[in-house]
């Protein structure tokens, strides 16, 4: 069984930080890894995706994510935090058996004073 | 172009009644989800549709909830005899196929009180 771990359930940054949000996985094959971000009342919406090609990967708003295997983690990052990032961020894992099924971190809530 | 919709956007219902959810995909996504989103469990997965046929319907909780797709569009998502623990986010998602590697099209989410 696949899951996915994220650590701190709230991050609080100041404006032009670095953004660290950490996910690590758990699967028995080399999965396919998303981070997605939700804003008040809204869907979510994918920022990266890794599928096994380049282990950084580049996302919308900046921000970027690298597998690394050893470690099982995809951390997402941002150089710089602004204001309009503050919303809660979700790691995802597709465990390509065939389940189809997006198995979700329990998200962390980012917070970015001014 | 539209994205995923749903339907209503908000219900408040009381405990025992059945209630609908609607959600209209993305135009030309074959397939669709739905995931319910809750304080307790947080995100989960509920069923996935391939065109109308549903392969996997392992995520949905009880024999209270079904859910059906017509014409490889709309799909409807049905609880009967609503309880409480029932009181969540759901979500519906498209994507072109269902392939592990294909992003997932969110919609806005119905969120279901039951009172």
């Known amino acids: 069984a696949q899951s996915v771990t994220q650590l701190g359930s709230h991050v609080s940054v100041s404006e032009g930080a670095l953004v660290l949000l950490r996910c690590n996985y758990s699967s028995s094959v080399p999965p396919y890894l998303f981070w997605y971000v939700q804003y008040p009342n809204q869907g979510l919406q994918l920022l990266l995706k890794y599928t096994s090609a380049a282990t950084l990967v580049k996302g919308i708003n900046g921000f970027e994510a690298e597998f690394k295997k050893s470690e099982t983690s995809f951390h997402l990052t941002k150089p710089s935090a602004h204001m309009s990032d503050a919303a809660e961020y979700f790691c995802?894992?597709?465990?390509?058996?065939?389940?189809?099924?997006?198995?979700f971190g329990s998200g962390t809530r980012l917070q970015v004073q001014p | 172009g539209a994205g995923v919709s749903q339907s209503p956007s908000n219900k408040v219902t009381e405990k025992g009644k059945d209630v609908e959810l609607r959600c209209d995909p993305i135009s030309g996504h074959t397939a669709l989800y739905w995931y319910r989103q809750s304080l307790g469990q947080g995100l989960e997965f509920l069923i996935y549709f391939q065109g109308n046929s549903a392969p996997d319907k392992s995520g949905l909780p009880s024999d209270r909830f079904s859910a059906e797709r017509t014409g490889g569009s709309v799909s409807t998502l049905t609880i009967q005899r609503t309880q409480q623990e029932d009181s969540a986010v759901y979500l519906c998602?498209?994507?072109?196929?269902?392939?592990?590697?294909?992003?997932?099209?969110f919609g806005p989410g119905t969120r279901l009180t039951v009172l």
């Open positions: 998602a498209s994507s072109l196929e269902a392939r592990d590697y294909n992003e997932q099209f």
């Open positions: 995802a894992v597709s465990d390509r058996t065939g389940r189809r099924a997006l198995t």
